[in-house]
């Protein structure tokens, strides 16, 4: 894993000492397309460090959970909403599916906000045009059921047991894609630190489901 951070680390960090250099020794000119190409490649070392903090935190049973009562409904709508701009622009369709009378959930909203994000965010990036993403949240037993469910390139077979781990992309031609890597593993550790499991199911050229799974519990809030 150490090896893998250094190799997240070094090309951005290898744009903006490219940049600065160059820069500095008078070899070109100060534009806002320099600035913005390094301001970019700073988010993304910014978001790798955030990633690397909460993985960290959780592996050490530190993951604190500001759990706040909120609806199922909610909680997915706040994600599609953040992310209906970009599906327009990818001309990708965003559904929601929520069954009525769902009980009201306990979570950390602003954690599990970054949960659906990262499954949205990932759907996205391998949904093609004209294709569907849909979240459908239901109970089962004393369960809330999230999916997240697009219909997208798919995940070959060998690649499904080693998607959450860290730094894993199914698609090595996507290696620098802009993710950190860590998306789906964070999303996992956020997920079992409410008690819950995340799964996966694909099949090659028709799409991938996501399924969260959180107990309907009352998590008690340690503040």
């Known amino acids: ?33 320099i600035f913005d ?18 993985l960290s935190l959780a592996d050490a049973g530190e993951l604190s959970l500001e759990c706040q009562e909120i609806t199922a409904y909610s909680l997915i709508e706040r994600a599609i909403a953040s992310y209906t701009a970009q599906a327009e622009v990818q001309k990708v369709r965003l559904e929601l599916h929520v069954a009525d009378r769902l009980p009201t959930l306990r979570v950390d909203i602003e954690r599990m906000a970054q949960v659906f994000g990262n499954l949205l965010s990932n759907a996205l990036r391998y949904t093609k045009a004209g294709g569907t993403i849909s979240l459908r949240a239901a109970s089962q037993a004393e369960q809330l059921v999230f999916q997240i469910q697009d219909t997208g390139t798919g995940i070959a077979p060998e690649a499904l047991p080693h998607i959450f781990e860290r730094f894993y992309r199914a698609d ?19 997920v079992e630190a409410h008690g819950g499991s995340v799964s996966v199911e694909s099949v090659l050229n028709k799409g991938t489901t996501f399924n969260v799974v959180l107990p309907i519990i009352t998590i ?3 503040h």
């Open 1 to 33: 894993m150490t090896a893998d951070i250094a190799h997240d680390l070094r090309t951005p960090l290898s744009v903006i000492l490219g940049y600065t250099e160059a820069l500095r020794e008078g070899k070109l000119e100060a534009d806002q397309d």
């Open 172 to 190: 090595s031609s996507r290696q620098q894609d802009g993710s950190s890597g860590l998306g789906l593993a964070i999303v996992k550790s956020i």
């Open 220 to 222: 008690p809030n340690p």
């Open 37 to 54: 190409t390094m301001h970019i490649e700073a988010q993304h070392l910014q978001h790798l460090i955030d990633d690397l903090r909460t």
